[in-house]
């Protein structure tokens, strides 16, 4: 008989991944699977570039996409302000300190920018003490966002004490 699966019990509070402006359907569904898999909330701003609507989400097979506790926000700021995080980290590769320098608490929003242009200078600029990235050889530009997301998400959870919870469920 194969063994049961890992699983932990989700965090309290939970963390907030926000994508601003995301324009790869399929980075948003593997965030999203991400934070379905996690208990993390998935808050997206601004414009998309596609459709999130049942039928869209239906159709590319994304079965797992009514666990996923997503809200939607016209603007950063409404979004900020709607989480009311006890923390907010921006990631970007503009970023000057390395991610494992966050000091990460639970329920902390970490925000990410769209694929194309990352987050706004304007955003950075004014968060000099809360922009973060993850680091990479010389002449790479940056990660994929569903693997930053993946890479920092799972690094606050370890941190923040989450995976204490371990335990194996028996099939």
Not at 4 to 28: M, Y
Not at 48 to 59: M, N, T, Y
Not at 114 to 125: F, Q, Y
Request: hydrophobic share 45%; aromatic share 8%.
């Amino acid at each position: 008989m194969l063994p049961g699966k890992l699983r932990f019990l989700p965090c309290a509070p939970p963390f907030r991944v926000v994508l601003v402006e995301p324009e790869i359907p399929q980075n948003t569904g593997n965030v999203g699977r991400l934070c379905a898999a996690t208990g993390t909330e998935l808050h997206l701003v601004g414009r998309l570039g596609f459709d999130i609507s049942e039928r869209a989400v239906r159709r590319a097979g994304m079965d797992y996409w009514h666990r996923v506790r997503l809200r939607s926000h016209e603007t950063l700021g409404d979004c900020l302000e709607a989480v009311a995080a006890p923390a907010v980290f921006f990631m970007s590769s503009r970023g000057t300190r390395p991610y494992f320098d966050m000091p990460f608490v639970a329920g902390a929003a970490l925000v990410f920018g769209c694929e194309s242009k990352g987050l706004p200078a304007t955003v950075l600029d004014g968060a000099p003490g809360s922009v973060f990235a993850i680091p990479t050889l010389d002449g790479i530009r940056s990660h994929n966002l569903a693997n930053s997301v993946a890479i920092v998400l799972y690094d606050a959870l370890t941190r923040t004490g989450a995976f204490k919870t371990l335990h194996v469920q028996e099939p």
